[in-house]
């Protein structure tokens, strides 16, 4: 017998995570969709888990939000966003 408690992002009340344009230039916009006014919690890291940015957002229905990592180098960085019992991670990449 299998069990999965993995807990789907729509299940959670949070429908949609994108980010735009990616590849981009250290200007980004976040698109966040949320079925009920929920909490989330973004967090950018570099691939050796340092934090670059951190921030928390009330999310009712859809929203944009802009994201300015013009201050860092050109790499690949993660975009993590956590709320309502979820984990969303979507990659960046930044190209200066």
Same mark, same amino acid.
């Given at each position: 017998?299998?069990?999965?408690?993995?807990?789907? $992002?729509?299940?959670?009340?949070?429908?949609?995570?994108? /980010?735009?344009? *990616?590849?981009?230039?250290? #200007? &980004?916009?976040?698109?966040?969709?949320?079925?009920?006014?929920?909490?989330?919690?973004?967090?950018?890291?570099? %691939? %050796?888990?340092?934090?670059? &940015? @951190?921030?928390? +957002?009330? $999310? *009712?229905?859809?929203?944009? #939000?802009? +994201?300015?990592?013009?201050? +860092?180098?050109?790499? /690949? &960085? %993660?975009?993590?966003? @956590?709320?309502?019992?979820?984990?969303?991670?979507?990659?960046? /990449?930044?190209?200066?």
């Amino acid at each position: 017998m299998t069990v999965d408690n993995t807990v789907d $992002v729509a299940e959670a009340g949070i429908s949609g995570l994108s /980010i735009y344009p *990616n590849p981009g230039n250290g #200007h &980004y916009q976040v698109s966040i969709t949320a079925r009920a006014e929920t909490t989330v919690f973004l967090q950018v890291v570099n %691939l %050796l888990g340092g934090k670059v &940015y @951190e921030q928390t +957002l009330k $999310v *009712n229905g859809s929203m944009m #939000h802009t +994201l300015d990592l013009n201050m +860092l180098p050109s790499g /690949i &960085y %993660l975009l993590r966003m @956590e709320g309502n019992g979820i984990s969303v991670t979507k990659k960046i /990449i930044q190209n200066n």
